[in-house]
């Protein structure tokens, strides 16, 4: 009988070995210790949205790419630098950094309202966060951006919702917004350009996606030599443009109160698998 009971365990145990340990290959997560940051991340990409803490250095919706070399999440060991080496540990390179200058812009992705021929920005940063779902190939989080003054008589509210897949370049993004004081407003989706940064542009043929491919635009801790690759894609878009005068590319699409536009964000660097801008732009171009 005994000898049977260590067999069973013996047997036990070497199933129990044989189950692999499931690897985690996105996340998302608020980032308290760090001026309240929403970061998200898969194999490929990373990016962050600015929080509460952070409001006038910047207040701006814009998402901040964090470029990386494929494969593990780096997230939280970048954040884990900050807090314990030096708070400018992700600009330097740690199979890679920040090194995308946002302002008061959309960033590598986002979308404002669009009156007048003029970007109608958050008077805040994101502030409710919630994680919808995580799975070890999925999370889908959302942000809330309270009410502000779009135009006289004019208030729009924000709810952004993304979804984070892992293998991917790209991230889906579904935009509600909720007015006051009118029915229906143009919203612009897409990205900055950097002028200075030798920026290419695509404008892929059609006005449904735009894609650039650029050099680093932050380099003020830092020397980069890797090129940066950005785009948006919004499949039933109303129009597209890159605009000098406004330092952006972006899509518009009218909607109602209520309404929801969806887009995809997608960035590259060239220190990972894709070299060169017509490598992205033909990545961008099969979506």
Same mark, same amino acid.
């Given at each position: 009988?005994?000898?049977?009971?260590?067999?069973? !365990?013996?047997?036990?145990? =070497?199933?129990?070995?044989?189950?692999?340990?499931? #690897?985690?290959?996105?996340?998302?997560? %608020?980032?308290?210790?760090?001026? +309240? $940051?929403?970061?998200?991340?898969?194999?490929?990409?990373? /990016?962050?949205?600015?929080?509460?803490?952070?409001?006038?250095?910047?207040?701006?919706? @814009?998402?901040?790419?964090?470029?990386?070399?494929? @494969?593990?999440?780096?997230?939280?060991?970048?954040?884990?630098?900050?807090?314990? %080496?030096?708070?400018?540990?992700?600009?330097? +390179?740690?199979?890679?950094? $920040?090194?995308?200058?946002?302002?008061? *812009?959309?960033? /590598?992705? =986002?979308?404002?309202?669009?009156?007048?021929?003029?970007?109608?920005?958050?008077?805040?940063?994101?502030?409710?966060?919630?994680?919808?779902?995580?799975?070890? %190939?999925?999370?889908?989080?959302? !942000?809330?951006?309270? #009410?502000?003054?779009?135009? $006289?008589?004019?208030?729009?509210?924000?709810?952004?919702?993304? &979804?984070?897949?892992?293998?991917?370049?790209?991230?889906?993004?579904?935009? &509600?917004?909720?007015?006051?004081?009118?029915?229906?407003?143009?919203?612009?989706?897409?990205?900055?350009?950097?002028? =200075?940064?030798?920026?290419?542009?695509?404008?892929? #043929?059609?006005?449904?996606?735009?894609?650039?491919? #650029?050099?680093?635009?932050?380099?003020?801790?830092?020397? %980069?030599?890797?090129?940066?690759?950005? =785009?948006?894609?919004?499949?039933?878009? +109303?129009?597209?443009?890159? *605009?000098?005068?406004?330092?952006?590319?972006?899509?518009?699409?009218?909607?109602?109160?209520?309404?929801?536009?969806?887009?995809?964000?997608?960035?590259?660097? *060239?220190?990972?698998?894709?070299?060169?801008?017509? $490598?992205?732009?033909?990545?961008?171009?099969?979506?």
């Amino acid at each position: 009988m005994k000898r049977f009971m260590v067999l069973a !365990l013996v047997a036990m145990l =070497a199933l129990g070995g044989c189950k692999k340990q499931v #690897e985690q290959k996105v996340m998302a997560r %608020e980032v308290p210790e760090r001026a +309240d $940051d929403f970061v998200f991340e898969n194999d490929l990409i990373a /990016g962050r949205f600015y929080g509460k803490a952070l409001e006038g250095n910047p207040t701006s919706p @814009g998402l901040d790419i964090w470029v990386k070399l494929p @494969g593990k999440l780096v997230a939280n060991e970048w954040y884990k630098g900050y807090l314990e %080496e030096s708070d400018s540990y992700y600009h330097h +390179d740690h199979g890679g950094k $920040d090194c995308y200058k946002v302002a008061v *812009s959309l960033g /590598g992705g =986002a979308s404002v309202p669009f009156v007048d021929g003029q970007f109608c920005w958050p008077a805040t940063n994101y502030r409710t966060c919630e994680v919808l779902e995580t799975t070890p %190939e999925k999370v889908v989080f959302v !942000l809330g951006y309270p #009410e502000w003054d779009v135009a $006289d008589g004019i208030k729009a509210s924000l709810s952004k919702k993304v &979804t984070v897949s892992a293998g991917t370049y790209f991230a889906q993004v579904e935009d &509600t917004y909720t007015y006051s004081g009118t029915d229906m407003l143009t919203i612009a989706a897409g990205f900055k350009l950097h002028g =200075a940064q030798a920026t290419v542009q695509d404008k892929m #043929e059609a006005k449904d996606r735009l894609a650039i491919w #650029e050099n680093a635009s932050d380099q003020s801790v830092e020397p %980069e030599d890797g090129l940066i690759g950005v =785009a948006v894609v919004m499949q039933d878009a +109303d129009s597209a443009q890159f *605009s000098e005068d406004l330092d952006h590319a972006f899509l518009t699409k009218t909607v109602p109160s209520g309404g929801t536009i969806s887009y995809c964000v997608g960035s590259c660097w *060239s220190k990972g698998d894709i070299k060169t801008s017509s $490598d992205w732009f033909n990545i961008v171009r099969g979506l």
